[in-house]
């Protein structure tokens, strides 16, 4: 499984980008996938996840209500809707894929910078 993150930027404190994952290869084997975000100097941590047909989502306490998951398992992506951004959401942002075979595949990464 591949996975290529796009999307990310440079966006002011209140402003809005939406996130795209494109998976590719073995992608009947994708169970939930999820997004992460490492800023300078912290550990990478949970964002959001989606189930495989996206019936169940879950968010880190600092972003809910602000972002959204979803997937579009035709089109192999995921994306993460991110609305009235704050300083502090500036990262790295990272997608993950998880298999059957119970293996996890990581994206190469997105920037997202927001400005105060």
């Known amino acids: 499984v591949q996975l290529v993150e796009s999307g990310g930027g440079l966006v002011q404190a209140g402003g809005s980008l939406r996130l795209s994952c494109a998976a590719s290869g073995d992608t009947f084997s994708i169970t939930v996938m999820g997004w992460y975000r490492q800023a300078p100097g912290k550990q990478r941590e949970l964002v959001a996840t989606?189930?495989?047909?996206?019936?169940?989502?879950n968010y880190a306490d600092s972003v809910k209500g602000r972002f959204t998951i979803s997937r579009d398992n035709a089109k192999n992506t995921m994306y993460l809707q991110m609305n009235s951004l704050k300083p502090e959401d500036t990262a790295v942002y990272y997608c993950k894929a998880n298999t059957w075979g119970g293996y996890n595949y990581w994206g190469q990464g997105t920037q997202v910078t927001v400005s105060s």
């Open positions: 989606i189930t495989s047909g996206g019936g169940s989502t």
